[in-house]
T-cell receptor, first 114, second 112 residues
Framework: KAGVTQTPRYLIKTRGQQVTLSCSPISGHRSVSWYQQTPGQGLQFLFEYFSETQRNKGNFPGRFSGRQFSNSRSEMNVSTLELGDSALYLC?????????????FGPGTRLTVL | DAKTTQPNSMESNEEEPVHLPCNHSTISGTDYIHWYRQLPSQGPEYVIHGLTSNVNNRMASLAIAEDRKSSTLILHRATLRDAAVYYCILRDPTGTASKLTFGTGTRLQVTL
């Protein structure tokens, strides 16, 4: 069974631009969560999607948004990029929602904002 | 989410057991204790979880104190592949959210 895939793996953008990252969950998994990892703040939860609806949101500005498609694939978008948005963006999927479920993480997208 | 406290770093020799501690003095009666680890240049991966009793799986063992205010992840024979950041996370089963609240974790170094 294929794992969680994220595209692209690396991305370089400049301040003010916008970016879209993609995540394909493990086949059959319906919950997709996104995390941001930086050296200063560590791993922080961005949002969770289930059945094409955002179910939970972390403490990030409205420039960070996401969506989920009917096949459970998810995208996250960051508009008006700032230098501080440089980070590793990780996507995780699980079979269903809930705290019992093991989260499976992808390798991440490394975003650099210049 | 209740907070966990872990040492910033630990070192171990290869093929020796490693005990990674985690303090969670404000744990609620229903919180599960989960451990994830993040190998270099990879996303985190699930290691083990438990509630009250000690747990074993193919990767590790989890020893939970009787008062549940602390736990220890045990790697029985550390290998170089086990060098990673290990995160101890409390999860509230009464909610439906899938979110994980990561702390700073323990960076484990394994040497020959």
């Amino acid at each position: 069974k294929a794992g969680v895939t994220q595209t692209p793996r690396y991305l370089i953008k400049t301040r003010g631009q916008q970016v879209t990252l993609s995540c394909s969950p493990i086949s059959g998994h319906r919950s997709v969560s996104w995390y941001q990892q930086t050296p200063g703040q560590g791993l922080q939860f961005l949002f969770e999607y289930f059945s094409e609806t955002q179910r939970n949101k972390g403490n990030f500005p409205g420039r960070f948004s996401g969506r989920q498609f009917s096949n459970s694939r998810s995208e996250m978008n960051v508009s008006t990029l700032e230098l501080g948005d440089s980070a590793l963006y990780l996507c995780a999927s699980s079979l269903v929602r809930g705290p019992y479920n093991e989260q499976f993480f992808g390798p991440g997208t490394r975003l650099t904002v210049l | 989410d209740a907070k966990t406290t872990q040492p910033n770093s630990m070192e171990s020799n290869e093929e020796e057991p490693v005990h990674l501690p985690c303090n969670h003095s404000t744990i609620s009666g229903t919180d599960y204790i989960h451990w994830y680890r993040q190998l270099p240049s990879q996303g985190p991966e699930y290691v083990i979880h438990g509630l009250t009793s000690n747990v074993n799986n193919r990767m590790a063992s989890l020893a939970i104190a009787e008062d549940r205010k602390s736990s220890t992840l045990i790697l029985h024979r550390a290998t170089l592949r086990d060098a990673a950041v290990y995160y101890c996370i409390l999860r509230d089963p009464t909610g439906t959210a899938s979110k994980l609240t990561f702390g700073t974790g323990t960076r484990l170094q394994v040497t020959l």
